[in-house]
């Protein structure tokens, strides 16, 4: 079966200082992966998603997140973070390229990012 | 719509009664998806509906949870006889077929 952890259930980072946030999926085939973001009272909004080719990529609001198949990892990092990236953070694998289909996406248990003045 | 929505934005109710929530997708999207957000589970999937058909109902916790989908458009997630670990937040999505999934902002259930 499909598993994602996120190791880290809290971290704490200054506001402008970078920011890395690990994940670790098992998958039996190839992996579609996605980091989504929650704010507080908000639905998940998609970051970034990773499916083939270049293993390095680009979402929104300045994330990107290499996936690393010899390390089943696909963390996601920010050069400098904002108060406003205060939220908490999923990383997800699912079957085909919506994450979707009769098994939806697994999600790991999330990651809350503290912001520190 | 602008994004997929969902109805009660939060809902209470007494153990043992029965609660609809309810899902509205983005127009066009043929996929629907629920999840369920707890603090002791995170996030599950529950079911999917390609249009009006679910095919795989076994993520559905209990068999007091049931859920369907009508014009492949608007669904509604059934839950009878509440019990108190039914609280959590319960999300939808909608998709493409093979395109991203769009969040609604949940519908908060708690079970008293």
């Known amino acids: 079966a499909q598993s994602v952890t996120q190791p880290d259930i809290h971290i704490t980072v200054s506001e402008g200082a970078s920011l890395e946030l690990r994940c670790n999926y098992s998958?039996?085939?190839?992996?579609?992966l996605f980091w989504y973001v929650q704010s507080p009272g908000q639905g998940l909004q998609l970051l970034l998603k990773y499916f083939s080719g270049d293993t390095l990529v680009q979402g929104i609001k300045g994330f990107e997140a290499e996936f690393k198949r010899s390390q089943s990892s696909f963390n996601l990092r920010k050069p400098s973070v904002h108060w406003s990236d205060a939220a908490e953070y999923f990383c997800a694998v699912g079957a085909g390229r919506s994450g979707g289909g009769a098994d939806g996406l697994t999600f790991g248990k999330g990651t809350h990012l503290i912001i520190q003045p | 719509g602008a994004g997929v929505s969902q109805s009660p934005s939060n809902k209470v109710t007494e153990k043992g009664k029965d609660v609809e929530l309810r899902c509205d997708p983005i127009?066009?999207?043929?996929?629907l998806y629920w999840y369920r957000q707890s603090l002791g589970q995170g996030l599950e999937f529950l079911i999917y509906f390609q249009g009006n058909s679910a095919p795989d109902k076994s993520g559905l916790p209990s068999d007091r949870f049931s859920a369907e989908r009508t014009g492949g458009s608007v669904s509604t997630l059934t839950i009878q006889r509440t019990q108190q670990e039914d609280s959590a937040v319960y999300l939808c999505a909608s998709s493409r077929p093979s395109g991203t999934q769009y969040f609604g902002p949940g519908t908060r259930l708690l079970v008293l």
């Open positions: 998958y039996g085939a190839t992996p579609y």
């Open positions: 127009s066009g999207h043929t996929a």
